[in-house]
T-cell receptor, first 116, second 112 residues
Framework: DTGVSQDPRHKITKRGQNVTFRCDPI?????LYWYRQTLGQGPEFLTY????????KSRLLSDRFSAERPKGSFSTLEIQRTEQGDSAMYLCASSTFPGLAGDQQFFGPGTRLTVL | GQNIDQPTEMTATEGAIVQINCTYQ??????LFWYQQHAGEAPTFLSY????GLEEKGRFSSFLSRSKGYSYLLLKELQMKDSASYLCAVRDRDQAGTALIFGKGTTLSVSS
């Protein structure tokens, strides 16, 4: 296991469709994060899991967004009824706690979503 | 709330030294990170500061002053491959728990 992987790398969809992304964290990592990044901006926190428990959700997260991590390993992020404003890079990160100083997060390559 | 400010763009030449500043406002500061992000790629970890002072790691150093809400990333002996976006991020236990709050990033262009 060489790092965090995400699938698909690119997704083009029409407005109103549902999409689901998958993230596979580094195998021994118990924490998993989802972020969203638009052009010219830094990543924006969406939600976070420790093992299978979803511990934090951004107050900005629309109820069209849902995330799961059923067995404490991989995670899925679903967006229902997509809107053009959902177009962004969706980044997954993982970390192990307790572990590296500062709970260092390792990022995956991201899924680029384009909503037409 | 939180506010993280860093310059939008910087330019420098190969072999030079560049300092990228970051100021932040948080209510529950719990660490500051610097990440490097090349275009179209994932952010990669550079440094972490939680106590005041300088952390040095090879060509990169990071400084933190918690009382001033200020950090900088110092890049020495610049190389062309250092052209990237540099993201300052803080952990604020009052805002997002253990998640990171990122600035907009500083795009550094290194020329020969």
């Amino acid at each position: 296991d060489t790092g965090v992987s995400q699938d698909p790398r690119h997704k083009i969809t029409k407005r109103g469709q549902n999409v689901t992304f998958r993230c596979d964290p580094i195998s021994e990592h118990n924490r998993l994060y989802w972020y969203r990044q638009t052009l010219g901006q830094g990543p924006e926190f969406l939600t976070y899991f420790q093992n299978e428990a979803q511990l934090e959700k951004s107050r900005l997260l629309s109820d069209r967004f849902s995330a799961e991590r059923p067995k404490g390993s991989f995670s899925t992020l679903e967006i229902q009824r997509t809107e053009q404003g959902d177009s962004a890079m969706y980044l997954c990160a993982s970390s192990t706690f307790p572990g590296l100083a500062g709970d260092q997060q390792f990022f995956g390559p991201g899924t680029r979503l384009t909503v037409l | 709330g939180q506010n993280i400010d860093q310059p939008t763009e910087m330019t420098a030449t190969e072999g030079a030294i560049v300092q990228i500043n970051c100021t932040y406002q948080t209510s529950g500061f719990n660490g500051l990170f610097w990440y490097q992000q090349h275009a179209g790629e994932a952010p990669t970890f550079l440094s972490y500061n939680v106590l005041d002072g300088l952390e040095e790691k090879g060509r990169f150093s990071s400084f933190l002053s918690r009382s001033k809400g200020y950090s900088y990333l110092l890049l020495k002996e610049l190389q062309m491959k250092d052209s990237a976006s540099y993201l300052c991020a803080v952990r604020d236990r009052d805002q997002a728990g253990t998640a990171l709050i990122f600035g907009k990033g500083t795009t550094l262009s290194v020329s020969s």
